[in-house]
Structures are given as C-alpha cells and as structure tokens.
C-alpha cells in the first residue's frame, strides 16, 4: 500500500472517530457531523483515486455526498427499513435538509486544506 494511500486511511478512520464523539457531546451543533461525513467522504475518494487530481476527488465526494442526500427524499418502506438501523442512519441519513448541502461542501473544502496543508508538510522535510 503506497504511503499516500496509509494516510488517507488514517485520516478516514481518524474523521470517522471524531463524527462519531461528535455525536455524544450536546455541545457540538448536529451539523458537524454532516461536516466531518463530507470530510470523511473527501478522504476515501482519495485512498481510492491516489493517481487522480483533487479535483476529481472532491467532485466524486460533492456527488456521492449529494446523491445520498438527495436520496432521502425516496421514501419506500425497504429503505426507510434500512434508514432504520446504525448503519443505514450513518451511511443513507434519515431526512434531507438543504443545509446539508451546505455542510459537505464545507466538509469537502476541509478535506481540501488538510491535503494541501499534508503537501506542504511533506515539502518541508523534503
């Protein structure tokens, strides 16, 4: 597994980490966690896309992000079902919110500075 792809799991498994403590603090506003899943998202696209330009992997994270957003407007019981469980509530949500929206293209833009922040860093010791 390349370096850059060791990373990008770690920082995958570290944003899952903290979308999860996100959730048991009353102190931190819900829409955080749609932040960090966005985030998280923006991350896997890039352990899956290492060769490919971070244009690409924050428009694959925008339109999974979207898509799954846009699904919850899709109400047939078999998915509502899966809605129902962990699982399905992390990965599918529950309901759609226009602000979502707005919080994974924020998510996405932090996915974004910490690459280019983790470049930079990687030229220094370079």
């Known amino acids: 597994m390349p370096k850059n792809r060791i990373t990008y799991f770690a920082l995958t498994i570290a944003t899952i980490i903290l979308g999860l403590l996100s959730r048991h603090f009353k102190t931190i506003p819900l829409f955080i966690g749609d932040v960090l899943y966005a985030t998280m998202v923006y991350f896997i696209m890039r352990f899956i896309f290492t060769e490919r330009p971070v ?58 500075r910490v690459d280019q922040f983790m470049q930079l860093s990687k030229l220094r010791i370079q």
């Open 55 to 112: 244009k690409f992997s924050v428009m694959a994270a925008l339109v999974f992000c979207f898509a799954i957003e846009f699904s919850q407007l899709y109400q047939a019981p078999w998915i509502n079902d899966l809605r129902h469980t962990l699982l399905g509530r992390l990965v599918l949500g529950q309901g759609f919110l226009w602000s979502d929206l707005l919080c994974y293209g924020l998510g996405v833009g932090i996915g974004v």
